[in-house]
């Protein structure tokens, strides 16, 4: 499994930005044969799939979310990113970050980080 620790949540006015990050610990482990997600689970609400990038750096993403939110990925520095701008009320949530092993049945999930949008 691939140990994640996610960063970079936090409060936010609407309209603001911020920027998650997931970055796999420890120095023997890579992301580089993962598909990665950012998922998120609001108060009350399942969890789902906001931003989805394979391990050849496709990226996918949910309706909602399409044309404001960024994934990226850093291989080498074991880390993938979320770049969040035009936030909205709706989008705050518990931020989770994934990692699925493109062929093995290897997944892992972060804590996740609290991102809240408030005025």
């Known amino acids: 499994q691939v140990p994640l620790v996610e960063s970079g949540g936090g409060l936010v006015q609407p309209g603001g930005s911020l920027r998650l990050s997931c970055a796999a610990s420890?120095?023997?482990?890579?992301?580089?044969?993962?598909?990665m997600g950012w998922y998120r689970q609001a108060p009350g609400k399942q969890r789902e799939l906001v931003a989805s990038?394979?391990?050849?750096?496709?990226?996918d993403y949910t309706d909602s979310v399409r044309g404001r939110f960024t994934i990226s990925r850093d291989n080498a520095k074991n880390t993938v990113y979320l770049q969040m701008n035009s936030l909205k009320f709706e989008d705050t949530a518990l931020y989770y970050c994934n990692a699925r092993h493109y062929v093995l049945p290897r997944e892992s999930w972060g804590q996740g980080t609290q991102v809240t949008v408030f005025s």
């Open positions: 420890g120095t023997i482990v890579s992301i580089y044969d993962y598909d």
């Open positions: 990038i394979s391990r050849r750096n496709r990226p």
